[in-house]
C-alpha cells in the first residue's frame, strides 16, 4: 500500500481490520458458543427451554402465556398471568412495556357517536391509572374479593377531576366553579357528588377541561390492596412467565373450586412451582404459571 | 427476608464483587496495553491490515485511524442492514429502512446502541451476529483505545508518540473484550439465555392459542453487549426479555459484566502513570457519585411517590416479577450511570424522581464510572477542570501528574465538557419547538418533555436507554438522534486525545510545596462538588420543566 494516499492508506486498514473483527467477533466467537452450548445440560436451555404437555411443545418455561379465552376473558381453571402489553397480549414477536409515565390519569374519552355505530375511536385513549383500575376490579369480581384501589373509583376507572376556576397565588384552585369527573363518560354518575361544595358533574364528550386543575382523588380504599401490585401492572417485557406467590395465593380457592379438588392440593403446587430469591437474595419469589397450570391439567384434570 | 433488606444485600454484593475485581482486572489490562510482545494471531492480523504495530502514532494520527475505522463501520453496518434480504439468515425481514439503517448504524459504531427498531421484527440473524455485535466489540475496544492514549499523554513525556491506534484495538479486542465475552455467554447460557438458529416457529399454547418462539445467537451477543456498555438488545424488550436475561442471578451476572471494565480502568490509569494512589482517587469520585446515585434510584422506586404507583402500591409496572423493584432499579443506575442503555426494566413507567435521578445519571456525562473507556476519559477530564478551578481558587500553580494545565489545556478540557450539554438542549429545543416531532410523545405534559429530552440526552451521551413511549423511527428523530450519537462520540474523541498530544510533549513539572495533590480525599471530594455544580448549573432548567415538574406538588 506504499503507493496510496495516506489518508486513503487508513482508510483501506480500516475496511481490512472490519473484515478481520467481522469473522473473528462476528462468525467464530458465536459459532463457538453456539458449539458449546450443545454439551448438555447447556442444550436444552440454549433452545429456549421448552416445555410439552402430553408429549406436546406448548411453549418454553420462561416466556409467559394468556390462559384466557377466544375473547380474552380469563379462564376459571387455570391459574392466570400478569398483564402484557406485547402485542395482543404474550406475543415474543412484538416484545413491548407500556411505557406510560406515573401520572397517566386522564382517559381520552371515545366519540359517544362511534360507540354507538359499534366502530373504535382511534383518538380514544385509557390512560394507565383507568387501566390499573379495571384490571383491580375484573380481578377482583373474579376472585371474589375487593379490586378496590386509592385513586380508583368503584366503577373502576381512574378517580380525577377537572377543578375550574380562578387559581390562587400557588396556582390552585381554591374556590371551584365547576368540577367535572374526568374519567366517567356522561350519563354515569360520578364517584363523588360534591368537591369543595361544588357538585361534581360527569364529563360530556367534546367539551374542553383542559384549563382546570387535575386532581387525583385517593379515596377510602387501604393503601395495600387486596389485589397485589403484579396483577395489575403490566411487565417491561411482556413476555413475564411469573406472578407474585400472593397473586397466586388469591386465585387458589377459584381453581380449586372449578377443578373440584381441595384447597390443599392446589396450595402444595403452588410451592412446587415458586422459585425463591436466588442465593437468598437477588430478586423476587416468584411462580411459573405455565409450568404451573400444566401440572394441573396432569394432577387434577379439569371437566368443565 | 423482606424485599427491601434482599435488596440492599444485592446492591451491596456487587459493590463488594466489583471491589474483588477491579485490581486484578486492572492489572490485567495495564500489561495488555503495556506489553511488548505481539502473539502470533495479532501478528497476522497487522499483516492483514497492513499495519506497523511497532509504528507509533502522533495524536493527529491517531484521531484519524479512529475516525476511518467509524467512518468504514458505519457505511458498512448501514449496507449491511440495507441488503439483509439478499443474504442468508435474513428470515425473511426486508431491508431495513434508510433513515433507521442509518440511525442504527452511527447507534453501534458510537458505542450507543440507541434502537429505533425492534429486534424480533426487524433484524435477521445475521445482521445482528455478524453486524451489530461486531460494534458491540470493536466500539467498545475503540473507547478503551482513546482513554489509553490519553492516559500516555500523561505517563510519557517530551513525545509526540500516543502508541498505536490498530494495536490498541485489536488487543482490547482479543484479550480483553473477547476472552470475558466467552465466559459470561457460557454463564448465561447456563441461566437459560438461548443459543440457536432456528427459524422463529409457531406452537399451540395451552389453550389452544397460538405463540410463536423466537431464537437466535443471544447469549454471544448479550454477554459482549453489557460488557461493552454497548445495551443495544437482541429483542425489543432488551434485559427485560426472559430469552436475554432469564434469572434473578442472570440479573446479577449482567449488572456485574456492564460495570465491571469502567471500574477497573482507573487502576489500569494508576498502574500506567507509575502512582497507583492516583487511580484509587479516581475510582473513588466514580464509586461516589454511583452509590449516591443507585441509593437515589432505589430510595425513590421503593417509595413509589405519584399517583399511578400509589393507585399499584408500588412502582412496578414495566418491571419483571423476577427481578423485582429494587434489583430493578440497580440495573436502571447501572445502565444510565455507564453509557449501556439496556434495561431490564422501562424508565418511562418508573416513578418522576427515579426517572428524574436517571436522566441525571447520563447528564453526569456517564463518568461514574461511564462507558468502556469513554468513562476514563470523561472522569480525568473533569479531574483537569477541578485541578484548573482549584487552582484559579487558591492560586496554586494547575498542574495535574506534573503536566501544566496550560491555556490549551483547558481550553480543549471546556469544549469536551461542553459538547454533550450543547447536543442535549439544542437538539430538545428543536424537537420541542415543531407539532410534527412533538407528536412523537406517547405521554403528554412533563412527562412528554421528559421523554423527549431522555431521548436526546440518550443519544448524546452515547447512552443508548430511551423513556421508550416516544416514537423515535420517524425521518426526523433517526436523523437528529444519530447525529447526537456522531457528534457526541466524536468530538470529544478529537478533544481528548488532542489534549494527549500536548501533554505528551511536555516535560513533568517536579512536584512542589505548590502542587496541589491529587489523589487524597480533598480532591475526591472537590471533583464529586465540581461535577455535580457544572451537570447542575448546565441542565437544572431542562430538569425543572420535565420530571421536577411533574414530582413535585
Known amino acids: ?304 | 427476608m423482606s424485599s427491601t433488606t434482599a435488596g440492599i444485600v444485592f446492591i451491596v454484593s456487587l459493590l463488594v464483587a466489583l471491589a474483588l475485581v477491579h485490581v486484578p482486572l486492572g492489572d490485567y489490562m495495564y500489561r495488555v496495553f503495556s506489553a511488548r510482545k505481539h502473539n502470533r494471531l495479532e501478528r497476522g492480523i497487522y499483516k492483514v491490515i497492513g499495519v506497523d504495530p511497532e509504528a507509533e502514532q502522533k495524536w493527529s494520527v491517531y484521531a484519524k485511524s479512529v475516525l476511518a475505522f467509524s467512518l468504514i463501520s458505519v457505511l458498512v453496518l448501514y449496507g449491511f442492514q440495507r441488503l439483509q434480504d439478499k443474504l442468508f439468515l435474513s428470515l425473511g425481514f426486508a431491508p431495513v429502512p434508510d433513515h433507521v439503517a442509518w440511525n442504527t448504524a452511527v447507534s453501534f459504531v458510537t458505542n450507543t446502541n440507541w434502537q429505533a427498531y425492534s429486534g424480533e421484527s426487524t433484524m435477521g440473524y445475521l445482521v445482528q451476529m455478524s453486524g451489530l455485535a461486531v460494534q458491540n466489540f470493536v466500539s467498545a475496544a475503540v473507547g478503551m483505545a482513546v482513554a489509553i492514549a490519553f492516559v500516555r499523554g500523561f505517563a510519557r513525556r517530551k513525545t509526540e508518540d500516543l502508541g498505536n491506534f490498530w494495536v490498541d484495538l485489536t488487543r482490547a479486542t482479543l484479550r480483553i473484550l473477547l476472552p470475558i465475552a466467552v465466559l459470561g455467554a457460557i454463564v448465561l447460557i447456563a441461566g437459560g439465555v438461548v443459543q440457536n438458529f432456528t427459524d422463529p416457529h409457531a406452537v399451540t399454547t395451552l389453550t389452544g392459542g397460538q405463540q410463536t418462539i423466537t431464537g437466535g445467537a443471544v447469549a454471544s451477543q448479550e454477554a459482549i453487549k453489557d460488557l461493552g456498555t454497548n445495551g443495544g438488545g437482541y429483542y425489543n424488550a432488551n434485559s427485560a426479555h426472559p430469552f436475554e436475561n432469564p434469572t434473578a442471578w442472570t440479573n446479577w451476572v449482567e449488572i456485574f459484566l456492564l460495570l465491571v471494565i469502567s471500574f477497573s480502568l482507573p487502576r489500569t490509569f494508576g498502574r500506567l502513570v507509575g502512582q497507583k494512589r492516583q487511580g484509587y482517587a479516581i475510582v473513588a469520585v466514580m464509586a461516589v457519585l454511583a452509590i449516591v446515585s443507585i441509593t437515589a434510584t432505589t430510595a425513590a422506586q421503593v417509595a413509589h411517590h405519584g399517583t399511578v404507583p400509589e393507585a399499584v402500591a408500588a412502582a412496578s409496572e414495566g418491571t419483571e416479577q423476577r427481578f423485582g423493584i429494587v434489583d430493578s432499579a440497580m440495573f436502571a443506575a447501572s445502565t444510565t450511570l455507564t453509557s449501556t442503555g439496556s434495561v431490564n426494566s422501562f424508565h418511562d413507567s418508573y416513578t418522576s424522581l427515579g426517572g428524574a435521578v436517571l436522566l441525571l445519571n447520563m447528564m453526569l456525562g456517564e463518568v461514574a464510572p461511564g462507558g468502556v473507556g469513554s468513562g476514563l476519559y470523561g472522569m480525568l477530564i473533569l479531574a483537569v477542570i477541578t485541578v484548573f478551578v482549584a487552582g484559579l481558587m487558591v492560586g496554586r500553580t494547575p498542574e495535574f501528574l506534573g503536566k501544566k494545565i496550560g491555556p490549551r489545556e483547558i481550553k480543549l478540557a471546556s469544549l469536551y465538557f461542553l459538547v454533550t450539554p450543547a447536543l442535549v438542549l439544542i437538539g430538545s429545543a428543536i424537537a420541542m419547538a415543531f407539532a410534527k416531532t412533538r407528536a412523537s410523545m406517547l405521554n403528554s405534559g412533563p412527562h412528554g418533555f421528559s421523554e423527549v429530552l431522555y431521548a436526546f440526552t440518550s443519544a448524546s451521551n452515547n447512552n443508548g436507554s430511551a423513556f421508550a413511549g416516544i416514537t423515535v423511527n420517524t425521518p426526523f428523530y433517526d436523523t437528529a438522534l444519530g447525529l447526537c450519537m456522531a457528534f457526541g462520540r466524536f468530538l470529544p474523541i478529537i478533544l481528548v486525545l488532542a489534549l494527549a498530544g500536548s501533554l505528551a510533549k511536555q516535560a513533568p513539572v517536579p512536584e512542589s510545596v505548590g502542587t496541589l495533590p491529587t489523589h487524597r480525599p480533598q480532591f475526591i471530594g472537590m471533583v464529586v462538588g465540581l461535577t455535580l455544580v457544572l451537570v447542575a448549573l448546565t441542565f437544572f432548567p431542562a430538569l425543572a420543566l420535565g420530571p421536577l415538574a411533574e414530582g413535585i406538588h
Not at chain 1, 1 to 26: E, S, Y
Not at chain 1, 45 to 55: F, I
Open chain 1, 1 to 304: 500500500m506504499g503507493t496510496l494516499p495516506g489518508w486513503l492508506r487508513q482508510h483501506v486498514a480500516a475496511l481490512r481490520a472490519l473484515l478481520v473483527f467481522t469473522v473473528i467477533c462476528g462468525a467464530l466467537y458465536p459459532l463457538v458458543i453456539t458449539a458449546v452450548a450443545q454439551l448438555p445440560g447447556l442444550k436444552d436451555k440454549a433452545n429456549g427451554s421448552l416445555v410439552s404437555a402430553n408429549g406436546k411443545g406448548v411453549g418454553s418455561s420462561l416466556i409467559g402465556q394468556n390462559f384466557t379465552d377466544k375473547d380474552g376473558n380469563p379462564l376459571k381453571q387455570y391459574f392466570q398471568s400478569r398483564p402484557s402489553s406485547a402485542g395482543d397480549g404474550y406475543d415474543p414477536t412484538s416484545t413491548s412495556a407500556s411505557n406510560l409515565g406515573p401520572e397517566d390519569t386522564v382517559d381520552t374519552l371515545p366519540d359517544p357517536a362511534l360507540v354507538k355505530a359499534g366502530k373504535e375511536d382511534e383518538n380514544a385513549k385509557t390512560s394507565l391509572l383507568s387501566t390499573v383500575c379495571t384490571r383491580s376490579k375484573a380481578i377482583g369480581e373474579l376472585e371474589g374479593v375487593s379490586g378496590a384501589r386509592p385513586y380508583c373509583t368503584p366503577s373502576g376507572v381512574g378517580a380525577v377531576l377537572s377543578v375550574l376556576g380562578p387559581r390562587d397565588a400557588a396556582g390552585v384552585v381554591s374556590k371551584p366553579t365547576r368540577v367535572i369527573s374526568l374519567n366517567e363518560a356522561c350519563p354515569a354518575t360520578p364517584f363523588l357528588a360534591t368537591y369543595k361544595g361544588v357538585k361534581v358533574e360527569c364529563n360530556t364528550y367534546g367539551e374542553d377541561y383542559s384549563t382546570g386543575q387535575v386532581v387525583p382523588v385517593r379515596g377510602q380504599a387501604p393503601a395495600r390492596p387486596v389485589v397485589p401490585a403484579d396483577a395489575v401492572t403490566a411487565s417491561g417485557s411482556g413476555l413475564d412467565p411469573h406472578i407474585s406467590v400472593e397473586y397466586a395465593k388469591l386465585q387458589v380457592n377459584r381453581i380449586a373450586q372449578t377443578r373440584s379438588i381441595p384447597v390443599g392440593q392446589v396450595t402444595a403446587l403452588i410451592d412446587k412451582h415458586t422459585t425463591g430469591r436466588a442465593a437468598g437474595f437477588m430478586g423476587e419469589p416468584s411462580v411459573i404459571v405455565l409450568e404451573l397450570n400444566i401440572d394441573l391439567d396432569k394432577t387434577a384434570p379439569y371437566k368443565g
